[in-house]
């Protein structure tokens, strides 16, 4: 697949909702993951489990690039890639009740209060995540900030049946962040939800 296939442009699509068996060619779950960075977990799980459909949204351009030249050059024929803010994309892209899991690790935590609204855990990404997952759906969000995450897990818990939880060293690393923030020994926080 050339790289121009890889990447879904909403500005040229114009935000209309997505066709999964269409996009992919076979109707396989689909996972998303939000802000996929340099796209280490992407790239894992495409290879890992080829029975699974891909999206990973990635606001920024540098990014986007990067991981789909790193797909490209993997012949990765199971995942999709969009360059725009992930409240959009969810809310205008993704059709109801058509994915099996979203991951959510490492998201900008921006600490300053009159920045926090910006944050990717709020209610209406919540909603927005609830109304896109399948009955029996799951959800995972993940950081290193302990106050991103002591204010982000409620909202989580006021929405979804979850589960907190704290990696253990035995666990890999899933992302490029979790494995550079293990190394300096900082804890980490994670909760995993689910639509039933
Ligand atoms: C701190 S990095 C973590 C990257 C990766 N998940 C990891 O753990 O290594 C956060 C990523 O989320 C992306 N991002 C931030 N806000 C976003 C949004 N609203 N929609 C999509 N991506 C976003 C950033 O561009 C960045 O690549």
Redesign the pocket.
């Known amino acids: 697949m050339s790289e121009l296939q890889i990447a879904i442009n909403p500005r040229e699509t114009a935000f209309e909702r997505l066709d999964f068996a269409e996009l992919f060619g076979n109707t396989n779950p689909v996972v998303v993951?939000?802000?996929?960075?340099?796209g280490?977990?992407l790239i894992a799980t495409a290879l890992e489990r080829p029975e699974v459909n891909l999206v990973g949204?990635?606001?920024?351009l540098?990014?986007h690039r990067v991981i789909r030249e790193r797909i490209a050059k993997r012949h990765l024929t199971n995942v999709r890639l969009i360059n725009?803010?992930?409240?959009l994309?969810l809310q205008r892209m993704i059709p109801d009740a058509s994915v099996s899991e979203v991951h959510?690790?490492?998201?900008?935590?921006w600490p300053r209060k009159r920045e926090q609204k910006?944050r990717?855990i709020r209610t209406e990404v919540l909603a927005e995540i609830r109304r896109v997952l399948v009955d029996g759906g799951s959800a995972i969000y993940?950081t290193d900030h302990a106050e991103y995450f002591e204010s982000a897990a409620p909202l989580v818990e006021a929405m979804f049946p979850s589960e907190r939880r704290v990696p253990t060293a035995d666990d890999p690393p899933?992302?490029?962040?979790?494995?550079?923030y293990r190394e300096e020994g900082r804890p980490i926080y994670e909760i995993r939800f689910w639509k039933r």
């Open positions: 993951e939000i802000g996929s960075g340099k280490r977990f949204i990635e606001k920024s540098h990014y725009h803010d992930a409240f994309v959510i690790y490492f998201p900008d935590p910006r990717i993940v899933r992302t490029n962040y979790e494995a550079k």
